[in-house]
């Protein structure tokens, strides 16, 4: 039984060991390759050739008559049409060349493997993943198909343990001589127990065909465990639990936050002395009680009370305001505005020093200013109000003040107040509501 329970670690090791390899090569190809399909692509072989390796121990064991296997697999055609084809790890033309191969099925499959790994490397993208961002250098490439071979390398070899294993049963005279042993020892108990004359023989012997009968039967089920012993590995969950694994890894889109793993900015937060912070960590585990918490330190905003003709004359201003600028560009209006009085007071005072400005010129001049003037301070109470409305003022404290001018009553009086006035600038100036409270 020492021998049979080795024998069963062994299996089992191996086992484990082609799902660990298939593993981290699905991990492998998810990290580095951006395009599902160039994943699928590497990984699918290995999981054909997981298959078809299972399906021939099946396969082998019946056809040896073996009574741990009663029930027909089927023909490698048959797995084809029923698992490998629908699951997507062969297509037709795939599956009809290894029906023809001779040799090992399984194993043609790695070499497969690594030819479609070598292709996707070398294709540029979209087609291969040459020029990908997780590949910058070349050091990297090289980097990686060295790992990928070597899986897939010692994923071969853990097949070729279970494999070498089955085709090396327990050795057939080493078999038969642990049965005569164990036959000629009860016998010879049986005889021993009997000459003693004890009434505890009856509850004694019976004991002891149960505990050595029960060691011979184990180690019968341990020496295969790949067949329909209770004991025996579950060979329909181990491929389709790996399959479903790989196809995850391979298939399902990338997290969003992968462009920010490795920011250092996109960790936990740390307190001044280098451990964790526990209570950011707690309220970004549970958003909702942070947001309900911040909402209950917030102080309650001030209720703001609107008069109906506040309300109006605020929507009147807006719609006035909206005209006026689908009209044409107010900032345009005012810089043309500043440039044609700019213009006209220099002109004026040079005319007005070689005394050349007839009285009537100077008149209208006058009044033109006057106009101009008068539209300038009506496009600055207009911004004015923008302004206090973006800014969320209250309508009464939103207001255009206009520096008091006495109006000439002489026309020389007149003629030198409109020059002074312009050549200061434009009278109208807008105060800032919080300004002019102060």
Request: glycine content about 6%; charged content about 25%.
């Amino acid at each position: 039984s020492g021998n049979c329970f080795t024998r069963y670690t062994t299996m089992y090791g191996a086992t484990v060991a082609i799902q660990g390899k298939m593993h981290n090569i699905s991990l492998y190809v998810r990290a580095y390759f951006v395009q599902p399909n160039a994943r699928w692509n590497v990984i699918r072989y290995l999981l054909a050739s997981h298959f078809i390796f299972y399906w021939s121990l099946k396969r082998r064991m019946f056809d040896w008559k073996n009574p741990q296997y009663p029930q027909d697999p089927g023909t490698f055609k048959d797995i084809c049409h029923d698992v490998l084809i629908p699951k997507g790890v062969l297509i037709p033309i795939e599956a009809l060349a290894l029906q023809t191969y001779k040799g090992n099925k399984h194993k043609l499959l790695f070499s497969w493997s690594i030819i479609a790994l070598k292709r996707i490397m070398q294709a540029p993208m979209p087609v291969g993943e040459k020029g990908n961002p997780m590949l910058h250098s070349e050091f990297e490439q090289t980097s990686l198909v060295a790992d990928l071979k070597k899986e897939i390398v010692e994923m071969r070899g853990a097949i070729g343990v279970i494999d070498n294993s089955m085709l090396f049963p327990i050795h057939f005279h080493y078999y038969h001589m642990v049965n005569m042993t164990v036959f000629v020892y009860i016998v010879l108990l049986s005889y021993i127990l009997a000459i003693k004359d004890n009434p505890l023989t009856v509850v004694i012997y019976p004991l002891t065909l149960l505990v050595v009968l029960g060691l011979l039967n184990t180690a019968n089920a341990m020496s295969d465990p790949f067949g329909s012993d209770t004991c025996d590995f579950n060979q329909d969950m181990i491929t389709n639990g790996i399959y479903n694994e790989c196809k995850m890894l391979c298939e399902e889109p990338d997290e969003d936050f992968l462009s920010s793993i490795g920011n250092p900015a996109f960790n936990p937060k740390r307190n001044p002395d280098g451990s964790i912070d526990t209570e950011a960590a707690k309220a970004s585990s549970d958003p909702e009680a942070s947001k309900k918490d911040e909402e209950e330190e917030a102080p309650a905003a001030k209720e703001v009370l609107w008069s109906t003709s506040d309300v109006q004359a605020i929507i009147d201003e807006r719609d006035s305001l909206k005209e006026e600028m689908r009209r044409g560009g107010v900032e345009d209006l005012t810089e043309k505005i500043k440039l044609l009085v700019d213009v006209n007071v220099k002109g004026f005072t040079a005319l007005e020093r070689m005394n050349m400005i007839p009285h009537e010129i100077q008149e209208a001049n006058m009044a033109a200013m006057l106009r101009v003037d008068k539209l300038e301070h009506l496009v600055t109470k207009q911004l004015a109000s923008l302004v206090g409305e973006l800014r969320g003022d209250a309508f009464d404290t939103r207001y255009v003040t206009v520096p008091p001018t006495d109006m000439p009553q002489s026309r020389a009086e007149a003629e030198q107040g409109s020059i002074d006035g312009l050549q200061a600038g434009v009278a109208a100036r807008i105060v800032s509501p919080r300004q002019g409270g102060r």
